[in-house]
């Protein structure tokens, strides 16, 4: 079965430093990947997502993820963290042809001013 | 355009009333799918119907809840009895064709926040 694990409830950054969120999943075969982000009250919204190709994937938002199979990793990476980012980020995968997209637990992002 | 739209947005009601959430999806969208988030189990994909067809409901966690689809634009999700522990954020979401493992994006409503008393 699928699943993902994102080893950091809380991150704490200040503002204008880097970021990195980790994601790390189990699938047997090649994984199609996501990051969805939640500000409070509001529904998810989607970042990126990898099916294949380039392994270095741009997002919105100035967020960008790299796959790495030999590491079953998929974080996720922002050179600049600005205030707004503040929210939830969660990870998630699903297998080629099914359509159960398995979330992980998600990451609490605060950003200091 | 507009996205999947839920409603009621909150809901507060007494244990052992019926509940019934709503959605519509983004049109042309052919996958429907119902998420249940809360804090001790994150995210949980309850059903999700193709073609206004349920495929898989195995994550529904008992006979309590029930989910239709009886027309491309419009599903509902249905708790009767309501008890205390299915206070959560109900999602609705909709993709394109077959969904996420055909390479599609799902897009989430903003929710309906339900309370049980």
């Known amino acids: 079965a699928q699943s993902v694990t994102q080893p950091d409830i809380h991150i704490t950054v200040s503002e204008g430093a880097s970021l990195e969120l980790r994601c790390n999943y189990s699938?047997?075969?090649?994984?199609?990947l996501f990051w969805y982000v939640q500000s409070p009250g509001q529904g998810l919204q989607l970042l990126l997502k990898y099916f294949s190709g380039d392994t270095l994937v741009q997002g919105i938002k100035g967020f960008e993820a790299e796959f790495k199979r030999s590491q079953s990793s998929f974080n996720l990476r922002k050179p600049s963290v600005h205030w707004s980012d503040a929210a939830e980020y969660f990870c998630a995968v699903v297998g080629g042809g099914g359509n159960k997209l398995t979330f992980g637990t998600g990451t609490q992002l605060k950003v200091e001013l | 355009d507009a996205g999947v739209i839920q409603s009621p947005r909150h809901e507060v009601t007494e244990m052992g009333q019926e509940v019934t959430l709503r959605c519509k999806p983004i049109s042309g969208h052919n996958s429907l799918f119902w998420y249940r988030q809360t804090m001790m189990r994150g995210l949980e994909l309850l059903i999700y119907f193709n073609n206004n067809v349920p495929i898989d409901d195995s994550g529904m966690p008992e006979d309590r809840f029930s989910a239709k689809m009886p027309n491309a634009s419009f599903s509902t999700l249905k708790i009767q009895p309501s008890e205390p522990r299915d206070s959560a954020v109900y999602f609705c979401a909709s993709s394109p064709q077959a969904g996420p493992g055909s390479g599609n994006t799902i897009y989430f409503g903003e929710g309906s926040w339900l309370t049980v008393v």
């Open positions: 699938y047997g075969a090649t994984p199609y």
